[in-house]
């Protein structure tokens, strides 16, 4: 049961790590390279994890300045609902058994 635990953290922390290497405001995107469509969708579904380390480093936002505009911002707004509310619809009610 340890091992599983252990492997979990380990995988999280992977994850983590991972995540934190393409957040909005990393210097990546900038005038001559905006963000796009698929950097839209890619840090809406990064965005808890760009709040976070915002906190901490300023240049870190959870949006992406440089971006392309409208495509970027739609790319955006699918990943932030889907990846928020697909939760909810995945969840299955309890069926009562009275």
Do not use: Q
């Not at 991972?18 to 900038?30: A, E, W, Y």
């Not at 963000?35 to 709040?51: D, K, N, T």
Request: glycine share 12%; with cysteine; proline share 3%.
């Amino acid at each position: 049961m340890k091992r599983k635990y252990a492997a979990l953290s380990l995988l999280l922390l992977a994850s983590v790590i991972c995540l934190t290497g393409c957040v909005p405001g990393d210097g990546v995107n900038n005038e001559h390279h905006p963000a796009g469509f698929f950097w839209g969708i890619w840090h809406g579904w990064i965005a808890p994890v760009s709040l976070i380390i915002g906190i901490f480093k300023h240049h870190i936002r959870v949006y992406e300045t440089n971006n392309i505009g409208w495509w970027y911002d739609l790319g955006f707004y699918i990943a932030v609902i889907s990846g928020f509310g697909g939760l909810s619809l995945s969840r299955r009610k309890k069926v009562s058994k009275d």
